[in-house]
């Protein structure tokens, strides 16, 4: 008796290989139809080899050299077909891929070589998938997505390796793609309980929504699970720099309440790993997560990340066309001009804070776009009107650019362009943060040259706005520990440069005070711990000058071997001698104020009246301890006065100028 056996299992003969036919779309359009190799991969996969076949695959490859993600529990060929069913779900239960109507949308340059082919390019009657422009057009697809094809896209988002991977060739491309639902479940469990995330989204909207109105009126509904845990996730990191959520940071599986900095770190990084692991499709929510990340700025390198963030916002904006308008004006516009000119203003402050060039130009948007301004809330105006002001100060930097410089317009004279004279004090008083830097930097000057008398006037507005009784009421945004900052390096430098003791005693006072608010915004934002922290060094390196200079001099032509021998009673005659020419050091003043980032003590070594005892060339900080480097410190200071420097362009916190750790 003969017996058959199926030589076709698995979809291939033992004799020779079966090739899949092309797909019913590519064969209307007798092209060479790409899904083939797909589907032929799928077909291999682990999950749909019989279970006796896979015993014999795993005996085979035994051999292998694997990559185990927990020593102590290796993975079977039972978790791993599990994982693998997690990762790639049947065709008959997926549903249609969760996009907003606006996902599809990308704009192609006239200049693009592919705008030709485009338009030469044959559609159906009817079709509205694509929109023109004057300088391009915008590209679109259908928006009935069917079942076949929606499973073929999530195949190629979650699974699109080659086969040489799925034979095991590659262990670290195939471990990710086995962990990519994994990792996609752990970054929608980063977000606070449904009580702590109401308060801090409604803070957020209360607060920040107003000025920079991102996610206003934002679509909820039409974003999937990973889209709007994202925003959310965004939300909750910008709102958590205000004090006053403090008391409400937690997240689960975490015990008590969180840091801020910790907190914001736990959230920014859930939020990255999902940028970075692609999943997230819709543009516009790609665009809004970017910008809101741009803002975050506790990150190591000082900056560098919230640019990156911010040139990736850009980036999208550019692909999406925002700066041209919107599809045919569809009522897509509002909101698309209302995106523009928060990355607008996004893109100016970025050049301001982190030194960087700005990227957005005036002339390559439509006037349409650039004519929207007035449609927008009062307190958006008020902020865009001073961007506009920060851009022109920004062109005062360019190097290869000669711009003459205007009188800027008055915080109040913005007010009534943008309309604004019936917002509250407190958003009035944290734009007027943001307006006074940009009137700083204006007023350039050498930095060999003192503060003018306009910077320490505008810098000692920025101390009374951040140091009032409604610094609680502030926008808590980076806007804040730059203004800060900004005061603080133009105190440093009237106290470096100024040739009368009446101006370095007045630089003094301001010097301390913005110490002392960027030791208390350091709880929040890492930047101005950093800042608070080389003040406190550098103020310590003074104190020791100031303790040494108390010590009484020698002025007797004695001997060394005497001045060794009898230095009690040689010191006693240098005191009698400068009794008798007048010469009596003053004892230090007490010091004016509370202490800042450094200790109360050392500013009682450091009085006032120090001040009067240099004059000329004898500088206070001219004979400071040949190991510490002022050099440096004078850059980084002079650095926020000069935009065409980038903030922080030295990795300074770790190598060793000041003593503690950032973290």
Known sequence: ???????????????????????????RRHKRCPHADQHERRSTSPRSIPADASQEKSVATSSRPQLDVDTTKPPT??????????????????????????????????????????????????????SRHGVGLWLGQDE?????????????????LPRQVLDGLSGQTLLLSILRPALRRECLAVIPPERELGLLSDLF?????????????EPWEKHGDIETVTLKQCICLVASSDPAMRPHLRLPHHDGVLLQLEFRARIAAAVKQTLDLGFIADKIVLLQVCTLMSMYTDDEDFGVLSTHYCAQAIHYEQTLGFHCGWPDDKAGGERSRRIFWCVWVLDRLNAATNGRPTVIHRNDADKKVMDSISDQSPSFKLLIHIAQLLEHTI???????????????????????????????????????????????????????????????????IMAIASGEGISSLIYWPILPYAVTVAASVAYRSLRRSATAYSRRRAFTLFQDTCKI??????????????????????????????????????THSS????????????SRDVSQMSQSGQVSRPPLPPLG?????????????????????????????????GFDIGRADAIFSANLDLSIPYFAEDWPVSGLYTGDVG
């Not at 008796?1 to 779309?25: H, I, Q």
């Not at 800042?596 to 006032?608: H, I, K, N, R, T």
């Not at 120090?610 to 000329?616: D, L, Q, W």
């Open 77 to 130: 060929s039972t978790n791993f077909s599990e994982v693998s069913t997690d990762a790639q779900p049947r065709p008959s239960a997926l549903g249609p891929i969760s996009r907003s109507s606006n996902a599809h949308v990308r704009f192609v340059a006239s200049l693009s070589p592919e705008s030709a082919f485009i338009i030469n390019k044959p559609h159906q009657a009817g079709s509205d998938s694509i």
């Open 205 to 217: 909207y209360t607060k920040i929504d107003p000025t920079f109105p991102l996610l206003q009126d």
């Open 518 to 555: 960027l030791d208390d915004l350091g709880k929040t934002f890492l930047s101005a711990r950093a800042m608070a922290r080389l003040a406190r060094d550098t103020m310590q390196g003074a104190a020791r000058i100031r303790r040494d200079s108390l010590k009484p001099s020698n002025l």
């Open 594 to 626: 509370a202490a800042p980032a450094v200790s109360a003590d050392l500013y009682d070594q450091f009085g006032m009246g120090s001040f009067n005892e240099y004059t000329g060339d004898a500088e206070i900080f001219g004979n400071l301890d040949p």
């Open 1 to 27: 008796m003969f017996k058959f056996v199926a030589d076709n299992v698995g979809g291939a003969g033992t004799k020779r290989k079966l090739t899949p036919g092309p797909c019913e779309s590519c064969k």
């Open 560 to 571: 060394a071997a005497e001045a060794v021998a009898d230095e009690g009673a040689q010191d």
């Open 395 to 461: 062109s005062l930097y360019r190097p290869s650019e000669l711009v003459r410089k205007k009188n800027p317009d008055t915080f109040e004279e913005l007010i009534e362009m943008a309309s604004a004279q019936n917002l509250s004090s407190s958003l009035l008083a944290s734009l007027e943060l943001f307006y006074l830097p940009a009137v700083i930097l204006q007023d350039r000057s050498s930095e060999n040259q003192s503060s003018s008398e306009l910077q320490g006037f505008y810098a000692t507005r």
């Open 144 to 160: 009935e997505v069917t079942q076949e094809a929606a499973s073929v896209a999530y195949d190629q988002t979650f699974l699109n």
